[in-house]
């Protein structure tokens, strides 16, 4: 049995009168990338930053190999390499002497310290571009950097807030390879997004968080499990959507009917054998139906039987 890295035991934080974290309990293994997956506002960075002893907690506890965390203890904070969504790099600096001045703040030197650099350099897919001034950058090499630079004194626990916010496709396509090949080196990863995609490639297991709470975790497979197998179906029509959304709710083994986009959107159990019935009921509530799109159970849809409402708008 892996051992336990981070326990997060009741979090819950209250600022004014909104709850944004509540009654948040979880645990991340060695080895394992756990990704805590909600929409923007679900009370992510809040969480994140109690685990990683930046904020006070109202209530709750946090353990790191059996540490106790605590925004008052620093010695616990070497185990947690934290990497927020604000990067703190040097542009004047080159990549390698930008880890170096990091690594110099967690006490490495000399030798270790070079050859520290060296190895993250090769995390992160950077070392071809050691000697390079960060302003050079894409956005997507310095966000790998800033991941590099998590990583020097070799944490128990990485923590990635969101880590691919506002970069391009290709840039998000290297900084997801180089969080895979953190797998393999033993560190817990503790991975927030609200991109169902790299929730499912990165992730070993899932925690779904809306309004501040853990609505559902478990692997890929468990989570679609546990919503029973709804496919999605959506449907581009002309007419009456109120009409044809309380129409197509009536249908027996039709959920979470929702009108967006000119279109509707539903949850269908076994779609396709359902399909003729969901058309003729549109149809009938005056619809003209332009396309149709089913697809297969994913997080999106867990998210949505969960919630009741889509991650992405
Ligand atoms: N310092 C604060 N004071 C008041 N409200 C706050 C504060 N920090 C966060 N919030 C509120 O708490 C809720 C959770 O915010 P949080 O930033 O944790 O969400 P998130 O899931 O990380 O979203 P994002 O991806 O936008 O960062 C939001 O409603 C936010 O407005």
């Given amino acids: 049995m892996a051992e336990v890295v981070l326990r997060c035991d009741g979090l819950r934080k209250r600022f004014g009168d909104l709850v944004a974290v509540d009654d ?59 990497v927020p969504q604000q990067m703190a790099l040097y542009p004047d600096l080159t990549a390698a002497e930008n880890l170096r001045f990091f690594g110099r703040l967690y006490g490495l030197s000399g030798a270790a310290l070079r050859q520290r650099v060296a190895e993250v350099l090769d995390v992160v897919g950077l070392a071809d571009r050691a000697k390079e001034r960060v302003f050079k950058f894409s956005g997507g090499m310095a966000r790998r950097l800033h991941i590099g630079a998590g990583l020097l004194h070799r944490p128990r626990l990485l923590v990635l807030d969101e880590p691919t916010a506002g970069v391009d496709p290709q840039s998000r396509n290297a900084i997801l390879d180089s969080v895979q090949q953190l797998a393999g080196t033993g560190v817990a990863v503790l991975y927030t997004t609200h991109y169902i995609e790299e929730a499912e490639r990165l992730c070993d297991r899932v925690g779904i968080i809306d309004g501040g709470r853990l609505r559902a975790e478990g692997t890929r497979r468990e989570l679609i499990t546990m919503v029973g197998g709804h496919d999605e179906v959506r449907l581009g029509v002309d007419g009456d959507l109120a009409a044809i959304t309380k129409a197509l709710a009536m249908l027996p083994g039709v959920s979470h009917v929702d009108a967006k986009d000119s279109g509707i959107q539903l949850l269908a159990i076994e779609a396709g054998s359902l399909l003729p019935d969901i058309l003729g009921a549109a149809g009938r509530a005056g619809a003209v139906i332009r396309s149709v799109e089913v697809t297969e159970p994913n997080l999106e849809a867990v998210f949505l039987h969960l919630t009741g409402k889509a991650l992405r708008d």
Wanted: glycine share 16%.
């Fill in 24 to 82: 948040l309990s979880f645990t991340i293994t060695e080895g394992e990338t756990y990704g805590l997956l909600g929409p923007n506002g679900a009370g992510k960075t809040t969480s994140i930053s109690m685990m990683v002893g930046v904020l006070a907690r109202d209530a709750g506890a946090v353990t790191i190999d059996g540490e106790p965390v605590d925004v008052h203890r620093t010695a616990v904070k070497r185990l947690i390499g934290y």
